[in-house]
């Protein structure tokens, strides 16, 4: 004879119940069953995410940086990653807010900085020169107060080693602070603390004139994909291209506005 199959469903639930119920307050309010965690998430208000100024970039996450988040952007020299953290910088100044640049890469200079409009009065500039001492400094200024933090690496190697749990002290900051993190690094360093990471391959380089005539470079076009997006609630597109004039990549104003295979005009500031 066999034994009668047990309701598992039941018992979880009565078992579960039980315990929670013997659990003192202050661990019972912040303790709770997946499905309820769930069904809190989904009823959670959208914050809008933060927009960079680069388009395909805000497209391809959906709208923007993720708030609460932190946002890994890989890629190596000529891919437009630095690019990008100067672009979000000169966005978040240009509207009044402040924003902090952990430069450990030493590639940021701020005449030519300011020239692209990105105000210095609104912006703090910090220099480490190894990654936990950078790591500990975003995390610092996250909560401090800072909204947006940009942590640029620089190019390879990347000098430090901190342990996953840095990385992932510097995203539980974020999310407590409700703050974004963008980090712009040679080769993937988070590991699975960031909430998206995306990857923009080498530029490549446009030009203009007659074969066999006289040539001029214009820009460069990079490849962005977007290998990771956690808690995204809507299906986005997975890669753009995305394209730097010269003159962008001198830290200067854009000369002209390009167009994508997308038909989206976008700007950008710098492409190193």
Same mark, same amino acid.
């Given at each position: ?114 020239? $692209? ?6 912006? &703090?500039?910090?220099? !480490?020169? /190894? #990654?936990?001492?950078?790591? *500990? =400094? %975003? ?34 900051? $974020? ?6 993190? &963008?980090?712009?690094? !040679?080769? /993937? #360093?988070?590991?699975?603390? *960031? =909430? %998206? ?55 200067? =104003? ?19």
């Amino acid at each position: 004879m066999t034994a009668p199959e047990p309701k598992p469903d039941s018992t979880t639930e009565t078992g579960a119940g039980t315990v929670h119920a013997t659990l003192p307050d202050e661990i019972r309010r912040a303790v709770c069953r997946a499905s309820e965690l769930s069904r809190r998430r989904e009823e959670t208000p959208h914050e809008a995410p933060l927009a960079t100024s680069v388009a395909n970039l805000d497209e391809v996450l959906g709208g923007g940086l993720p708030r609460g988040a932190l946002v890994e952007l890989v890629g190596r020299g000529s891919s437009g990653r630095f690019s990008t953290l100067i672009a979000t910088l000169q966005q978040m100044t240009s509207a009044g807010e402040v924003a902090a640049l952990v430069d450990q890469g030493s590639q940021f200079d701020p005449q030519t900085a300011m020239a $692209a409009g990105i105000d210095l009065d609104r912006l &703090l500039w910090l220099r !480490p020169e /190894r #990654l936990d001492d950078s790591l *500990a =400094a %975003a995390e610092m200024l996250i909560a401090t107060g800072f909204e947006f933090v940009a942590l640029d690496l620089g190019l390879p190697p990347v000098l430090g080693r901190p342990p996953l749990a840095a990385w992932l002290r510097l995203a539980r900051g $974020a999310a407590t602070h409700h703050a974004v993190v &963008l980090v712009g690094s !040679p080769y /993937r #360093l988070s590991g699975c603390a *960031a =909430a %998206a990471v995306l990857s923009s391959g080498c530029g490549r380089g446009r030009w203009s004139g007659s074969v066999g005539g006289l040539r001029l470079l214009d820009g460069i076009s990079a490849r962005l994909e977007l290998d990771k997006h956690t808690g995204s609630r809507t299906r986005q597109s997975t890669h753009a291209v995305t394209v730097f004039t010269t003159a962008e990549a001198a830290f200067r =104003a854009p000369l002209a506005t390009s167009t994508t295979p997308s038909s989206r005009r976008q700007r950008h500031v710098q492409s190193v």
